[in-house]
């Protein structure tokens, strides 16, 4: 039985970016004070400053930015994270990325086989899609950094 894929948060990505960019995140830009909100904004403008709060519409984000910080995840987290006490620890890269054309930082796992050593502050990472989690039924789908011409 072929497992069906899922994004982790429905609405947060795509795969297929409607300006044919292949996987992106998606945000929400307000059309009277332009800002841009990741996670996205369906009911009202986050921007104190907007003269008044206009229409919020879904835009892709950028594929790039440059690494703003990044970390290892070492060691199980304690309750309530879940997971499985019996299967064998795997450390995580977290990264956090400002994107090229917002301006904003995004905070995400780097793609397999890239660690702390393979990352530098302002190095150029893109977003791809990648695999958070497999279950019997199915394949929980989210978003990774991965340095630009990088081999992961």
Same mark, same amino acid.
């Given at each position: 039985?072929?497992r069906?894929?899922?994004?982790?948060?429905?609405?947060? /990505?795509?795969?297929n970016?409607?300006?044919?960019?292949?996987f992106?995140? &998606?945000?929400? @830009?307000?059309?009277?004070?332009?800002?841009?909100?990741?996670?996205?904004?369906?009911? /009202?403008?986050?921007?104190? @400053?907007?003269?008044?709060?206009?229409? &919020?519409?879904?835009?892709? &984000? *950028?594929?790039?930015?440059r690494?703003?910080?990044?970390?290892?995840?070492r060691? @199980? +987290?304690?309750? +309530?994270?879940? *997971?499985?006490?019996?299967? +064998?620890?795997?450390?995580?890269?977290?990264?956090?990325?400002?994107?090229?054309?917002?301006?904003?930082?995004?905070?995400?796992?780097?793609?397999?086989g890239?660690?702390?050593a393979?990352?530098?502050?302002?190095?150029?990472?893109?977003?791809?899609?990648?695999?958070?989690?497999e279950?019997?039924g199915?394949?929980?789908?989210?978003?990774l950094?991965?340095?630009?011409?990088?081999?992961?």
């Amino acid at each position: 039985m072929a497992r069906t894929r899922t994004p982790v948060v429905s609405g947060w /990505f795509t795969e297929n970016a409607p300006d044919g960019g292949g996987f992106r995140l &998606l945000g929400t @830009r307000c059309s009277a004070c332009t800002a841009v909100f990741f996670p996205r904004e369906d009911a /009202f403008c986050r921007n104190p @400053r907007c003269p008044g709060g206009g229409e &919020l519409a879904e835009v892709p &984000l *950028s594929p790039r930015g440059r690494v703003w910080s990044y970390t290892d995840g070492r060691y @199980r +987290p304690p309750a +309530p994270y879940v *997971s499985d006490p019996a299967a +064998p620890w795997e450390p995580y890269t977290l990264v956090a990325v400002e994107l090229e054309a917002e301006g904003m930082v995004v905070l995400g796992q780097a793609a397999p086989g890239v660690g702390v050593a393979d990352l530098a502050v302002g190095m150029e990472v893109e977003v791809v899609g990648g695999v958070l989690h497999e279950d019997a039924g199915t394949t929980w789908t989210t978003w990774l950094f991965k340095p630009v011409g990088g081999a992961a």
